[in-house]
T-cell receptor, first 112, second 113 residues
Framework: AQSVTQPDIHITVSEGASLELRCNYS??????LFWYVQSPGQGLQLLLK??????LVQGIKGFEAEFKRSQSSFNLRKPSVHWSDAAEYFC??????????FGTGTRLLVSP | EAGVAQSPRYKIIEKRQSVAFWCNPI?????LYWYQQILGQGPKLLIQ????????DSQLPKDRFSAERLKGVDSTLKIQPAKLEDSAVYLC???????????FGPGTRLLVL
């Protein structure tokens, strides 16, 4: 069965600094991988997804993620964080676009 | 385009009571999902509908949880009777089809006392 590990529960980044959120997955076949963001009181919003092709995927709001099969990782990055990026970020792996298994999330705090 | 709508947004009940949540998916979306998100955890799929048929309910506690999607549009999720451990956010998501991106609603936050 597939699983996702997000090792960082909380991360604090200064505004304007770069960001990397870690995600490791376990899945027997080629995975479908997703990053979602959840702001307080809001539903999850899809940032980006990967299922084939170029291993570096671009998403909304300036985010990108890189699929590394050898490391079973799909880390999320942003070169310069804005205060509005403070939220909880979830990595998910799926059998296609359905049957998503989510990680426990990483809460991003942005300091001035 | 209107997003996924859910109501109520918040609900407080006592254990052993029953509760129902409602979801209106994005217009035209054939696939509908209900997730349970316990505090500190990621969402967990409870049930998936394709139109008005159940595709996957393997993680739905069927002794107390039930869900239906009449006419393949709106859906309701019911808990009867509720337990303390049912306190969570219940998220509804929809997608154009099962092989398309899921769009999530704002969720219903349930507190069972």
């Amino acid at each position: 069965a597939q699983s996702v590990t997000q090792p960082d529960i909380h991360i604090t980044v200064s505004e304007g600094a770069s960001l990397e959120l870690r995600c490791n997955y376990s899945y027997g076949a080629t995975p479908y991988l997703f990053w979602y963001v959840q702001s307080p009181g809001q539903g999850l919003q899809l940032l980006l997804k990967y299922f084939s092709g170029d291993t570096l995927v671009q998403g909304i709001k300036g985010f990108e993620a890189e699929f590394k099969r050898s490391q079973s990782s799909f880390n999320l990055r942003k070169p310069s964080v804005h205060w509005s990026d403070a939220a909880e970020y979830f990595c998910a792996v799926g059998t296609g676009f359905q049957k998503l298994v989510f990680g426990t999330g990483t809460r991003l705090l942005v300091s001035p | 385009e209107a997003g996924v709508a859910q109501s109520p947004r918040y609900k407080i009940i006592e254990k052993r009571q029953s509760v129902a949540f409602w979801c209106n998916p994005i217009s035209g979306h054939a696939t509908l999902y209900w997730y349970q998100q316990i505090l500190g955890q990621g969402p967990k799929l409870l049930i998936q509908f394709q139109n008005n048929g159940v595709v996957d309910d393997s993680q739905l506690p069927k002794d107390r949880f039930s869900a239906e999607r009449l006419k393949g549009v709106d859906s309701t999720l019911k808990i009867q009777p509720a337990k303390l451990e049912d306190s969570a956010v219940y998220l509804c998501a929809s997608s154009l089809d099962a092989q398309e991106t899921q769009y999530f609603g704002p969720g219903t936050r349930l507190l069972v006392l």
